[in-house]
């Protein structure tokens, strides 16, 4: 268990809400001003080789990805879970699970594309800003999908 899962709430009800209240409203809060900023970074600084053209666009493209995803699993899983699960349970387990999949890809690329978010010496305020915020965003995000993939999927997965 890492220190993110390791004090997760006991009963599903209360991770539920944990995960709701933690990581969703928070990627809902946060992501929108970043992709504003890596809009704004690309833009004045276009020309300089060292700015990753394309973060903004993989940011807005992971949001929507992370949107869909987010509201299948409060639409449709949730409240499946919070009545017990049951023997169906497992497909929209294993669909949640290879988005997970593809939302590490993103933050592999988007680690990929800063050089670990690691701003060139003359970056400017906001650079530098953007990439510590989207380094928090991406850490939030690979902790939300280890609570959810050691910690809440396997309370329903049948093995």
């Not at 268990?1 to 599903?12: H, K, L, N, Y």
């Not at 690691?118 to 510590?132: F, I, K, N, V």
Request: proline share 6%.
């Amino acid at each position: 268990m890492t220190a993110t899962t390791a004090g997760a709430p006991a009963e599903t009800g209360d991770l539920i809400d944990h995960i709701l209240s933690r990581y969703h409203q928070t990627h809902r809060r946060e992501l929108p001003g970043l992709i504003e900023l890596a809009e704004r970074v690309g833009m004045v600084h276009a020309q300089d080789p060292q700015v990753p053209g394309q973060l903004a666009q993989t940011l807005a493209a992971l949001g929507r990805e992370m949107e869909d995803h987010m509201a299948k699993e409060e639409m449709i899983l949730f409240p499946a879970m919070r009545a017990g699960g049951g023997p169906g349970i497992g497909h929209p387990i294993a669909v949640m699970r290879a988005d997970h999949d593809d939302h590490s890809g993103d933050i592999e690329k988007i680690r990929e594309m800063t050089g670990n978010l690691t701003p060139p010496d003359h970056a400017c305020g906001s650079w530098r800003a953007l990439y510590a915020g989207t380094g928090k965003f991406l850490d939030d995000l690979a902790a939300h999908i280890a609570l959810e993939n050691d910690v809440l999927f396997p309370r329903f997965e049948q093995g």
